[in-house]
């Protein structure tokens, strides 16, 4: 194995063909690369430089040289500012899962300029509910979730990221739908879609919270899985939903949306990330939604 400094010094001599001013352009004195270079020939076995009274040469091997060690410290190059770059987060891959409702709010946004400032981070993004990115998290299959709190998973971490608040979604044909107000008290004895309670532990019981404190119980008469499922079962007239104020602008033509007031309306939604998680494209990914 030849290291990269005698290839250096090689390149320097063969390009100047000349070993003064070879040695001047490296910074060295002449004797120790004269004495490189003839080590250089001997573990090659072959003669690289044609020496003579004025004028340096090179040999046909000498010249095979100079393409492949110009080449070589090329690659060498390149790795080492690809390490650099990976190790400040500038390049590499990121896998983003989010809950459906969070591409209405900050994340297209910060997809956006986290792209335009990391052109060379492959983001990876998959919708998925929040306790299917918790499960994905521990798997290590994504870096970070974008989901709704809390979470029973005492291993991850939160961050703040957006905030969002309810509202009521009602088939464009229901009887409330133009009604000037609507609350949920007059929810009582409307039938509901939902989703399995598991997949999103925090929403689901606000929600139910906010039926209790009017004084029922839902009846929830089908299930969907995700937002925008659920969303599409309220517009061919299967229920009413409370959903993300945030995706009033999802089928507008099919769904009618009535934002909830009060604070026992609003929710968060946050980052959650594994506590070891130690990777520069992640506190990047981070950073970025507290600049953009």
């Known amino acids: 194995m030849i ?14 063909l000349h070993f003064h001013r070879a040695a001047a352009r490296l910074h060295m004195s002449q004797p120790p690369l004269t004495a490189a270079i003839r080590r250089l020939e001997d573990e090659l076995g072959s003669e690289l430089i044609m020496r003579g009274n004025r004028t340096l040469g090179l040999t046909v091997a000498g010249q095979t ?8 410290l090329q690659q060498a190059e390149q790795a080492l500012q690809r390490t650099r770059e990976a190790a400040a987060g500038h390049s590499g891959s990121l896998r983003v899962g989010y809950v459906g409702s969070a591409l209405y709010g900050r994340l297209p946004g910060l997809i956006r300029h986290f792209r335009q400032r990391y052109p060379q981070v492959q983001l990876h993004l998959q919708e998925a509910t929040s306790h299917q990115q918790q499960l994905w998290l521990r798997e290590q299959r994504i870096d970070v979730g974008v989901l709704i709190p809390p979470i029973p998973a005492a291993e991850l971490v939160l961050h703040d990221f957006d905030r969002d608040r309810l509202a009521i979604a009602l088939p464009r044909a229901h009887a409330l739908a133009d009604a000037p107000e609507v609350s949920v008290a007059m929810l009582a004895d ?4 939902s989703w399995p309670a598991g997949e999103g532990i925090g929403f689901h019981a606000q929600v139910l919270g906010l039926c209790t404190a009017a004084g029922f119980t839902p009846r929830v008469v089908q299930e969907a899985q995700g937002m925008h499922a659920v969303l599409s079962l309220v517009a061919v007239d299967a229920g009413v939903a409370i959903v993300p104020a945030s995706m009033a602008s999802f089928r507008p033509q099919e769904i009618v949306y009535r934002v909830l007031d009060g604070d026992a309306a609003c929710f968060a939604l946050q980052f959650c990330t594994r506590p070891e998680q ?10 970025a939604a507290t600049t953009g």
Do not use: G, K, Y
Request: net charge negative; proline share 6%.
């Open 3 to 16: 290291d990269l400094r005698l290839l250096r010094q090689f390149v320097a001599v063969a390009e100047e």
């Open 190 to 193: 409307e039938p509901f879609v």
């Open 65 to 72: 040289l100079l393409a492949e060690a110009r080449a070589t």
């Open 278 to 287: 130690a990777l520069p494209v992640v506190r990047n990914f981070l950073m």
